[in-house]
C-alpha cells in the first residue's frame, strides 16, 4: 500500500469549485509525488509529475509520495483529483508578483520548482488562466489565485483543439538565404515582423531538384519585414526557399497525445500551420487525430490551410519518423488497433528519414498531405493499415509508400516523385509484405510529378515488391501510371526457394513521357532467381502509351533463371512497345495462358499476341518472303492468304520462332511493295 504522508503545509493547489472527481490511476515508478500538485497522463494508463509549462492536465494528487514510501519504486494506483474544464476551478499558491486585479483573464505557468503559479510573465496559453483574487492564502506564501486550468476554444470533441498549441506558424514562398554569421533570410514581399524574434525559423527548398533544409532561430527583424538575421549556418547562398517560421508546439501535442490515450479520445487540430521541433510519438490507443482540410499548392510545398504540422528541428534520428503513429506493430488488444488521422498535413520538410510512421494496427490515413521525409513519405509497420483519399510526395528522394506491413490497402491517393538513384526507390515499395491492394491510384512520377530529361529518377519504378521470402496476393488495379525512368512494376523475388504467389496486375492504365531511353525498360518486370518463382500472375486489361519516339521494352519481361508459372496475359493493348514478352537473359518466355494483347512498335500497325494476326507488303520479283510475327516463339497455327494480285501464285507456308515463311513456286512479278500478305498465328 502507498504510504500517505499528511503534510503539515496546506496542498499548494486545491479544489475551490466543482464536484471532487476522485480516480485512481497507476503511478510512476521510483518517482516522488507531492500532495497537491498537477499530474499528467504518461501515455499508457497511468500519470506522471508535471512539468512547469506543460498542458493537457489530468488533475490534483491526493498524497504524498517519497522515496521512503514502502512501494517507491512500484507502480501502485494513486487517487487523483480528475478535473472538468466546463465546471472547476482551483486555488494555487503563487510567486513572484503580488496578484492585482490586471491578472484577471491573463494566463501563467508554474515555477520551475512547479510549487507555485509564477505571477512574474504573463503568457500565451500558459497552464493556468486566473479568474479571480483569493487574498492571502496558502502558508508557503503571501497570497494565492483562484483560476482554472487553462482551455483554447472547444473543438466538439471529448478532448478539445489540442490545449496549448500555437498555430502560428507563417510561410513564405519568395524567400532565399544567403551567407552569413548569422545568415540573413529575405523575401520578396514583407513577411517578417517582430514577434518572430525568438521563434523557430526554417528554411528549406520546394523545388524539385533540391531537398536542402537548415534550421535556426530568428533573431532580428528588418523595419520592412522583408529580412531577418537567422541563427542557421549554411556554407552557400540559396536563391529559392520555402521560410517557415512559428511557435513550437511539440510539448502541447504530445501531453494532449498522452491524455487521448486513457480514455481513447479524439484529437482534433485547429487550422494553421503547427511547427514542431521534436518528433512526435502518438501512443496507442487514441481515438482519432482530425484537423482542418489542408490545401495543396503546386508543386508540394508546405500546406497554407487547413491543420498542417511541420518540423523545424534538428535532423532527426536514423530510422525514425517526424510523426509516429503507435509503439505497437502487432498487438490486437483493444487500445492498440484502428487509429485514424484524417485531414491532416505533416511535411517533414527532410530532416528526419519519414515524414510519418503508422506503427498500430489498423491505423487509416485519410484525406491528408504526408511529404519530405528525407527517405520516404509515409512508412507502414503495422498490419491491415488503410491509405484513402491522401496525397503523398517526395522531392525525387527515396519511397514514397514504404508497405512493412501485411493486408495493407492503397486506396484512391495521388502518390508521386520517389527517385534519388537507388535501385530500391520506387513511389510504392513493398518489402515482403503479403496481401497487399493498391487500387484507383494516380502514380506520378518525375520533376514536379511528370519526369523529364532535366531531373530523370534513375531506376525508380513506381511499384516494386521485394520479397527473398514466401510472399502472396499482390493486387494493383484500376491505377493510373504517369512518367518513371524505369520499369512501371518491378517484381523480384530472391532467396532460394522463395515464392510469390497471386499477383493480379488488372485495368490499369501507363503512359511514359519523354526523357524515357527508347526500348530499355519494361511495363512490367519479373525478376526471380534461381530456384525461385512466380505463380499465379494474371495481367489483362491493361492499356499504355509512350510519347513520341520512345517505346516500352516489353510488355511484360523477365530476368534470369526463376520460372514464371500458372500465369495469365489477355487483352492488354500497348501503343509503342517492342515485344510483348521479353527474356532479359536470353532464350524465351512465353506466358502459359495469353491472347488478344496488342502491341504496336513505335505507334505503328498494332500487331496482336496470342492470335496474332496482320497484313504486310513487300517488293516482288523473289520466291521467298518473310512475316515477322513477333510472337517469341514457333506458332503451332498459322495461316496466310493473299492481299494483291501480284502475290496470287502457288505458295506455300512454314514458320519458325521468328517468321512466317512464304515460299513461292516461281519468281513473283517485280514490284515495290506489290505483293501484300495477310496473315494470322497462334502459338
Known amino acids: 500500500m502507498t504510504t500517505i504522508h499528511h503534510d503539515i503545509l496546506m496542498p499548494m493547489i486545491q479544489r475551490k469549485t466543482g464536484e471532487p472527481n476522485i480516480q485512481f490511476f497507476p503511478k510512476t515508478a521510483s518517482t516522488s509525488y507531492l500532495n497537491g500538485s498537477v499530474v499528467y497522463p504518461d501515455g499508457l494508463g497511468g ?9 493537457s492536465p489530468l488533475g490534483i494528487i491526493q498524497l504524498s509520495v517519497s522515496s521512503t514510501s514502502s512501494d517507491y519504486a512500484l507502480t501502485t494506483k494513486v487517487p487523483i483529483d480528475v478535473y472538468s474544464p466546463k465546471t472547476d476551478t482551483f486555488t ?5 508578483a503580488t496578484p492585482t486585479a490586471s491578472m484577471i483573464g491573463q494566463s501563467y505557468n508554474l515555477n520551475l520548482a512547479k510549487t507555485a503559479v509564477d505571477l512574474s510573465s504573463a503568457v500565451t496559453n500558459g497552464l493556468v488562466r486566473i479568474t479571480s483574487l483569493s487574498g492571502t492564502g496558502g502558508v508557503t506564501t503571501q497570497y494565492s489565485i483562484i483560476g482554472v486550468f487553462n482551455e483554447v476554444p472547444e473543438g466538439g470533441s471529448s478532448i478539445n483543439y489540442v490545449k496549448g498549441v500555437i498555430p502560428d506558424g507563417q510561410v513564405a514562398y519568395d524567400g532565399s538565404i544567403t551567407t552569413a554569421s548569422p545568415s540573413t533570410l529575405t523575401t520578396a514581399t514583407a513577411f517578417f515582423t517582430d514577434d518572430m524574434i525568438g521563434k523557430r525559423a526554417l528554411a528549406v527548398s520546394f523545388l524539385d531538384s533540391s531537398t536542402y533544409s537548415i534550421g535556426g532561430t530568428i533573431l532580428t527583424v528588418a523595419a520592412n519585414g522583408l529580412s531577418a538575421t537567422f541563427s542557421g549556418t549554411i556554407a552557400q547562398t540559396v536563391a529559392t526557399v520555402c521560410i517557415v517560421v512559428g511557435t513550437d508546439n511539440s510539448a502541447a501535442l504530445t501531453a494532449a497525445g498522452n491524455a487521448a490515450a486513457l480514455t481513447g479520445a479524439n484529437i ?27 490545401s495543396v499548392p ?6 497554407s490551410q487547413g491543420s498542417c504540422l511541420v518540423y523545424t528541428g534538428l535532423v532527426g534520428a536514423a530510422n525514425e519518423g517526424f510523426i509516429e503513429l503507435g509503439t505497437q506493430t502487432s498487438s490486437t488488444a483493444p487500445k492498440r488497433t484502428l487509429t ?7 511535411d517533414a520538410c527532410n530532416r528526419y528519414e519519414t515524414a510519418l510512421i503508422l ?53 484512391k491517393n495521388e502518390l508521386r516523385q520517389a527517385g534519388g538513384g537507388a535501385t530500391s526507390s520506387a513511389v510504392v515499395y513493398i518489402p515482403g509484405a503479403s496481401n497487399c491492394q493498391i487500387v484507383g491510384n494516380h502514380f506520378w ?3 514536379s510529378g511528370v519526369l523529364t530529361a532535366a531531373s530523370p529518377n534513375t531506376l525508380a519504378q513506381n511499384i516494386r515488391m521485394d520479397t527473398s521470402s514466401d510472399a502472396q496476393n499482390l493486387t494493383i488495379v484500376g491505377n493510373t501510371f504517369d512518367g518513371v525512368y524505369g520499369h512501371h512494376i518491378k517484381l523480384r523475388v530472391t532467396g532460394g526457394s522463395a515464392v510469390l504467389r497471386g499477383v493480379t ?4 492504365n501507363f503512359f511514359q513521357t519523354t526523357g524515357f531511353p527508347d526500348a530499355t525498360y519494361a511495363v512490367c518486370n519479373i525478376e526471380i532467381g534461381a530456384g525461385t518463382s512466380v505463380r499465379g500472375l494474371t495481367f489483362t486489361g491493361n492499356t499504355g502509351r509512350c510519347f513520341a519516339g520512345v517505346n516500352y521494352r516489353a510488355m511484360i519481361e523477365k530476368e534470369f533463371s526463376g520460372t514464371v508459372t500458372h500465369d495469365t496475359v489477355g487483352n492488354n493493348t500497348f501503343l509503342e512497345c517492342t515485344l510483348p514478352f521479353y527474356n532479359v537473359s536470353g532464350g524465351t518466355w512465353i506466358p502459359t495462358q495469353h491472347s488478344n494483347n496488342v502491341v504496336a512498335p513505335g505507334g505503328s500497325t498494332a500487331f496482336s499476341y496470342g492470335d496474332n494476326r496482320g497484313s504486310l507488303a513487300q517488293n516482288g520479283g523473289g520466291t521467298v518472303f518473310n512475316i515477322p510475327h513477333s510472337m517469341g516463339g514457333t506458332p503451332t497455327k498459322f495461316y496466310v492468304t493473299p492481299g494483291s494480285t501480284d502475290a496470287a501464285a502457288l505458295f506455300y507456308v512454314t514458320a519458325d520462332a521468328t517468321n512466317l515463311i512464304v515460299t513461292y513456286k516461281a519468281a513473283t512479278t517485280g514490284g515495290v511493295n506489290n505483293i501484300t500478305h495477310n496473315w494470322q498465328a497462334w502459338l
Not at 500519470?47 to 498542458?55: C, H
Not at 494555487?92 to 513572484?96: E, K, Y
Open 47 to 55: 500519470i506522471t509529475t508535471a512539468s512547469y509549462n506543460g498542458y
Open 92 to 96: 494555487f499558491d503563487v510567486t513572484g
Open 268 to 294: 482534433y487540430l485547429p487550422p494553421g500551420v503547427m511547427v514542431l521541433t521534436s518528433k512526435w510519438v502518438i501512443p496507442d490507443g487514441i481515438g482519432s487525430i482530425i484537423g482542418c482540410p489542408p
Open 298 to 303: 503546386q508543386p508540394i510545398a508546405v500546406p
Open 340 to 346: 485514424v488521422i484524417d485531414s491532416v498535413a505533416i
Open 359 to 411: 506503427k498500430t494496427r489498423r491505423s487509416q490515413l485519410r484525406n491528408s498531405v504526408v511529404q519530405r521525409g528525407s527517405i520516404t513519405a509515409v512508412k507502414v509497420s503495422g498490419g491491415a493499415c488503410r491509405l484513402i483519399n491522401n496525397t503523398c510526395g517526395q522531392q525525387n528522394t527515396g519511397n514514397v509508400v514504404n508497405v512493412g506491413g501485411p493486408d495493407t490497402k492503397i486506396f
Open 445 to 447: 512520377n518525375g520533376g
Open 505 to 508: 496486375i488488372t485495368g490499369n
